[in-house]
């Protein structure tokens, strides 16, 4: 009961002790922000991977992809590995360019990813109808333009005309592209298309966190404009190019994706490219992914690689984003956690004081039968409290930042007149945290044992001294 008593008087009474806990408390304090704070960047951006990769990707090496994707669907669904499968969906992904028209001038074209799709199927898979902003084709996806996106198209557009100066063949004639193979004595029916919203909204460089109006819209529903890629059948490469409406934009919040994505009808897509009854991939979501290994390895039976086929899961093919973050992450864990060991030097220095100041009150104490261990149990004692202390402290400090920190920066921000979340990189406006359970456990631990570690040297000097010397001790 003695040693907890001293232990528990040092803390009240040291000052000095008062440095520890605190160098304690910012460690802890710094790495649960950090950590929760790199996770929530971490699990928004996986879960955007994963839900625009779905689990598991089929895809052809060829430029012309392979041909009839439901015989390929239907000998999925009939291995042994169907049991596993909730949905399948064809795809086609291609390069191509965009060009936009922004009051009533069109813009340079920009290169950009064109994905064919089936909405309604496509939906199945996740990842793709709640990131729409129509609340009607997140309930349930269609390109088909609404009737307000309609209305503006047909209002608007006779009196546009398309650029003269996008190299393609034919693009000057005053009559809008059509299919090869169309006649143009047939009634335009243009397709619709889902557009990423940063190729249709550009973000203000003057936006902060409480500006209402962020973005400046270059496009709206109903608007026209101009996809071209290439040609997928035959050995030749040629230019093919339409027009197509804006029904809706695409939004996940993630820029790499919203300023590069165009999702179109599949058999839009098909027919501009030529690649009838094709597709580049097969995308499957499973109805558990830990089953992922086993159906991959069916799938590479089905389409070996010989035969021009590639099979992965999605964190396959982002591997290499993937294990940068976590390689990122445990550097940045290292680095940060060497405030936790200034910490421990603190302790180790303080203690050392400690055992010179109170030398002869070490010698009463073994005088009066305090064994060695006593004497050291009384200063490992005392580095325990102050690490659970100052562990205590910091844990609070740190859920308290992570859960106020969008109002931290937005202070900040207007204190320094500089936005710390720049919001042109990514079109969402709160820094995103996720605090786990298991970190905050183990960055506690961690500066616990820290401070007990570097709490044994002291306590070993203090058991060693011999009483009567210490009782000397001038």
């Known amino acids: 009961m003695y040693k907890f008593l001293l232990c528990w008087r040092y803390l009240l009474t040291r000052y000095l002790a008062l440095a520890c806990i605190i160098s304690v408390m910012l460690g802890v304090a710094t790495l649960i922000v950090v950590n929760s704070v790199m996770a929530g960047f971490s699990t928004k951006l996986k879960n955007r991977l994963h839900g625009l990769l779905s689990d598991v990707i089929v895809e052809s090496f060829m430029h012309d992809g392979f041909s009839d994707p439901q015989e390929k669907i239907d000998r999925i669904r009939k291995s042994r590995i169907g049991k596993d499968i909730q949905a399948m969906t064809p795809v086609i992904e291609i390069l191509g360019l965009v060009q936009i028209a922004y009051r009533g001038e069109w813009m340079q074209p920009r290169p950009v990813r064109l994905i064919g799709v089936d909405p309604i199927e496509r939906a199945k898979l996740g990842g793709f109808a709640e990131y729409l902003t129509d609340p009607q084709n997140r309930a349930n996806p269609d390109f088909r333009p609404n009737v307000e996106a309609k209305s503006r198209h047909d209002l608007v557009y006779p009196e546009i005309r398309l650029p003269s100066t996008l190299l393609l063949p034919g693009i000057g004639e005053k009559e809008p592209p059509v299919f090869p193979g169309d006649e143009k004595e047939k009634p335009r029916e243009l397709a619709g298309a889902f557009v990423g919203y940063a190729i249709g909204n550009m973000r203000s460089r003057t936006a902060t966190a409480e ?25 030749r490469l040629v230019p093919v190019y339409s027009n197509i409406i804006v029904s809706d934009f695409f939004r996940s919040e993630m820029s790499e994706y919203d300023a590069n994505y165009i999702f ?45 086929y590639q099979v992965e899961t999605w964190e396959d093919k982002q591997g290499a984003l993937l294990s940068a973050i976590a390689i990122e992450k445990g550097i940045l864990n290292v680095l940060l956690f060497l405030i936790v060991g200034v910490a421990g030097f603190g302790i180790l220095s303080i203690f050392a004081m400690i055992v010179v100041e109170k030398t002869r009150d070490i010698g009463v104490l073994k005088a009066l039968g305090a064994s060695k261990m006593g004497v050291m149990n009384i200063f490992l004692g005392y580095g325990l ?57 183990l960055v506690n631990v961690g500066a616990v044992l820290i401070a007990v570690v570097f709490s044994v040297l002291p306590a070993l000097r203090a058991a060693s001294l011999h009483p009567v010397r210490a009782l000397r001790y001038e």
Do not use: C
């Open 264 to 308: 179109v009808p599949f058999d839009w897509l098909q027919k501009l490219r030529t690649m009838d009854n094709r597709a580049t991939a097969v995308q499957i979501r499973l109805k558990d992914f830990n089953r992922a290994p086993e159906v991959v390895a069916e799938l590479r039976k089905l389409f070996p690689a010989e035969a021009g």
């Open 385 to 441: 409290l102050l690490g659970l202390v100052g562990a205590g402290l910091g844990t609070a400090l740190g859920l308290t930042l992570t859960s106020y920190i969008n109002e931290i920066e937005h202070v900040l921000g207007r204190l320094t007149g500089h936005e710390l979340f720049d919001r042109s990189v990514y079109y969402f406006d709160s820094i995103p945290t996720d605090v786990q359970a298991w970190t905050v456990i």
């Open 211 to 235: 500006t209402k109006n962020k973005d400046i819209a270059i496009l709206q529903r109903g608007d026209e404009v101009i996809l071209s890629t290439v040609s997928g059948g035959g050995q």
